[in-house]
């Protein structure tokens, strides 16, 4: 077989699984998501590292304590770590987070699960925006109980579309 005709080959059955991954009906996105995380839990897992201090995610309601703590404690110990706080979205999934990297980088995330809306979070088409924190750096609790490096307040946002790792 030529090579021309390998890369043709090659090429189509890219195209086909790409396709086939593209059109996954919603439940199998859904189903995808869960089981092996979605955006923000990727990004947060490569920047933070594979040996880095997982400080959990902290659902809509639950109490952030524990969370917090370990952020704080893996922060002052010089160690990497990321945690991630769920925050009530208006129609979809949205959460912040910090992570801390091998070294010494401290980033906030903000993660929009649909940023068109619809209500579900979608398998393509989530949104991770990184910001790293200010120096000289330093970690706050907001009145929350959540961890965050830009202000102790909470800072509601100046539009609907407004990014803002903290808005509630």
């Not at 952030?64 to 769920?86: I, M, Q, S």
């Not at 906030?108 to 790293?132: H, K």
Request: hydrophobic share 40%; aromatic share 10%; charged share 20%.
């Amino acid at each position: 077989m030529s090579t021309a005709k390998k890369w043709v080959l090659l090429t189509g059955a890219f195209l086909a699984l790409a396709i086939i991954i593209v059109s996954l009906p919603v439940p199998l996105s859904d189903q995808f998501i869960s089981r092996y995380g979605d955006a923000m839990d990727w990004r947060s897992r490569w920047m933070a590292g594979r040996h880095s201090v997982d400080c959990g995610r902290v659902r809509i309601g639950q109490d952030p304590g524990a969370a917090t703590k370990c952020g704080l404690e893996a922060y002052a110990a010089g160690r990497p770590f990321r945690v991630r706080y769920d925050i009530q979205g208006w129609d979809a999934e949205v959460a912040g987070g910090l992570v801390r990297t091998h070294d010494g980088h401290l980033y906030a995330l903000s993660f929009y699960g649909n940023p068109g809306g619809g209500g579900r979070t979608l398998l393509w088409g989530q949104r991770v925006d990184v910001q790293s924190c200010p120096e000289p750096k330093h970690l706050f609790v907001n009145p929350k109980g959540r961890l965050n490096c830009f202000q102790q307040a909470l800072s509601y946002p100046s539009g609907i579309t407004s990014p803002n790792m903290e808005p509630y």
